[in-house]
């Protein structure tokens, strides 16, 4: 396993234990108690992460892609998606030309 999967793995395994948490204890935990905030914040780091990426900064890059993966993790989380569930999504797509897979969503 890589480094980046040991810690998403280790992330997506602290944001679950914060469902149900005490929100004035835990960001997390507020999130998680409402998707729609959630939600709003995963947008609003898409959008830094798009700055950071057009800016040419790769530290910036770096640090806002951390908050919208942090943020990606909540969302999924709250909806009950599970990581395993993402992946077979990717795996059905592997194979195929991202403009024939595009096409076929339509």
Do not use: C, N
């Not at 005490?22 to 709003?40: F, H, M, N």
């Not at 989380?77 to 030309?97: I, K, N, Q, W, Y």
């Amino acid at each position: 396993m890589s480094r980046f999967d040991d810690v998403i793995q280790r992330l997506a395994a602290t944001i679950a234990s914060r469902k149900g948490a005490d929100a004035a204890a835990s960001y997390t935990a507020q999130l998680l108690a409402d998707p729609a905030r959630a939600a709003k914040k995963l947008g609003e780091e898409a959008v830094e992460t798009v700055i950071a990426a057009v800016s040419a900064d790769p530290a910036a890059l770096a640090a806002e892609s951390a908050d919208l993966i942090y943020h990606w993790l909540v969302v999924l989380a709250a909806a009950g998606v599970s990581l395993d569930e993402v992946a077979e999504r990717l795996e059905a797509r592997e194979g195929r030309s991202g403009l024939d897979e595009k096409a076929s969503r339509g």
